[in-house]
C-alpha cells in the first residue's frame, strides 16, 4: 500500500468508528461495568418546566448509579421514535420517555416489546395499549384543569356579569394540553358565567405565548377578564404582551396558570400573575426506583401519581424560598 492510500484507509478506519459509537449514542461500556442502562428519551427543552425535569433524571441517575443515556428530541415526536429504535439496537435494559403527543407510538412500542425490553413512561402518556408499557409515574393533568378552573370560579364568584376567558393551550395533541383543557371546562361549565372567547395553541415556550397573547388583544373587541394559560412559560410570555399593550397583567387581566416554576412564583410576586398550580417535574428519583425494581424482577404500579398543590399570589412570598425548580 501507497503512502497515501494508507492515509486514506487508517483515516476511513477512525471515521467509520467514530460514526458507529455515535450511532450508539457515544457509548462506550467496560464489560465488567455491571450498572443497569436506562435509555431516556426527553421531548426537550421548551420550558423551565422541562429543565428541571431533566436535571431531576439526569441526578437521581447519577445518584442511584444507573447508566443513563440521554437524548433531546427537540420537540419532534420522530426524533424520539428514532431515539426509542436506538435504545432497542443498543439494547439498553430499560426504555424511558416523556412522549411529546399522545398518539403514534404503536409501532415503536410493539418493536420493544419484541425485543423485550420494558418501556416506562414518565410525565405524559400516550394512547397506545396498557400492555405495552409496564408504568405511568406523572401528574394528573385533569386534575390539575380542574384545579385552574375551580380557582376561577372562586375569583370571579363575587361578579354577576360574564367572565371571558382566553386559553393559550399547550402543544397540539399533548396529554397535559388535551386534559388541562378537559378539566378546566368541565368546572366551568356548572357556571353560565363562564365562557371561553378565544382557545389557540402556545406550544409550552414564552415566545408562543407572547406572541399568541399579542393577537388575541388585537383582535379581540370584548373585555378579557381571565387568562388561562396551560404552562407558567406562556402565561409569563403573555404578560409581556399585556403590559406591552399598556394594561396590567394580574389586574385587569386576572391570570392563572400551571406548573409552579421559580419564574411563577417571581411574578406572583410582582402582583402580575394571580394563580399558579402545581406541576411537580422532579421525576427522577422515583423512575430510578421504578427502573431497578423492573430490573429486580418486581411488578410496579401501573400508574404513579404525583401529588400537587395550588399556589395563590398571596401565598408567594412565603413559598418562593422552599421552591425547588
Ligand atoms: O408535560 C408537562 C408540561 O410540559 C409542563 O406543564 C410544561 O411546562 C412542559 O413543557
Redesign the pocket.
Known amino acids: 500500500m501507497n503512502q497515501s492510500r494508507r492515509i486514506f484507509s487508517v483515516l476511513a478506519t477512525v471515521t467509520l468508528g467514530a460514526a458507529l459509537t455515535l450511532a450508539l449514542g457515544g457509548c462506550s461500556r467496560g464489560k465488567d461495568d455491571k450498572r443497569i442502562v436506562l435509555g431516556f428519551s426527553q421531548?426537550g427543552a421548551?420550558?423551565?418546566?422541562?429543565t428541571a425535569?431533566t436535571q431531576s433524571i439526569k441526578s437521581a441517575a447519577a445518584t442511584m448509579g444507573i447508566d443513563l443515556r440521554f437524548s433531546d428530541a427537540q420537540q419532534k415526536q420522530e426524533n424520539q421514535i428514532k431515539a426509542l429504535r436506538s435504545f432497542i439496537a443498543q439494547k439498553v435494559d430499560v426504555i424511558a420517555f416523556?412522549p411529546v403527543v399522545e398518539t403514534g407510538w404503536d409501532t415503536v412500542l410493539q418493536e420493544a416489546h419484541a425485543a423485550k425490553i420494558p418501556v416506562i413512561l414518565t410525565?405524559?402518556s400516550v394512547t397506545s395499549s396498557p400492555d405495552l408499557y409496564v408504568g405511568f409515574i406523572?401528574?394528573d393533568?385533569v386534575e390539575e384543569g380542574r384545579k385552574a378552573g375551580r380557582w376561577a370560579l372562586q375569583h370571579f364568584k363575587d361578579g354577576t356579569d360574564d367572565v371571558n376567558i382566553v386559553e393559550i393551550q399547550?402543544?397540539v395533541g399533548?396529554?397535559?394540553a388535551i386534559d388541562r383543557k378537559k378539566g378546566f371546562e368541565e368546572i366551568i361549565a356548572t357556571n353560565p358565567r363562564f365562557k371561553i372567547i378565544r382557545s389557540q395553541s402556545g406550544e409550552?415556550t414564552r415566545s408562543k405565548g407572547k406572541e399568541v397573547m399579542e393577537a388575541f388583544l388585537k383582535a379581540e373587541t370584548r373585555k378579557i377578564n381571565l387568562l388561562f394559560a396551560?404552562?407558567?412559560?406562556m402565561a409569563i410570555g403573555a404578560i409581556q404582551a399585556i403590559e406591552e399593550a399598556g394594561l396590567k397583567p394580574g389586574h385587569d387581566i386576572a391570570i392563572v396558570s400551571?406548573?409552579g416554576?421559580k419564574g411563577a412564583f417571581e411574578a406572583m410576586i410582582a402582583g402580575k400573575l394571580n394563580a399558579t398550580i402545581e406541576?411537580n417535574?422532579l421525576l427522577g428519583p422515583q423512575l430510578m426506583t421504578s427502573v431497578t425494581e423492573v430490573m429486580a424482577g418486581k411488578p410496579i404500579p401501573k400508574r404513579i401519581v404525583v401529588d400537587e398543590q395550588v399556589f395563590p399570589m398571596e401565598t408567594a412570598k412565603q413559598n418562593i424560598q422552599s421552591r425547588k425548580y
Do not use: L, M, Q
Not at 230 to 233: G, S
Open positions: 421531548i421548551e420550558s423551565e418546566w422541562r425535569n416523556s410525565d405524559r406523572g401528574s393533568f399547550g402543544t399533548a396529554g397535559p409550552f396551560h404552562n407558567d412559560d400551571i406548573d416554576v406541576c417535574p
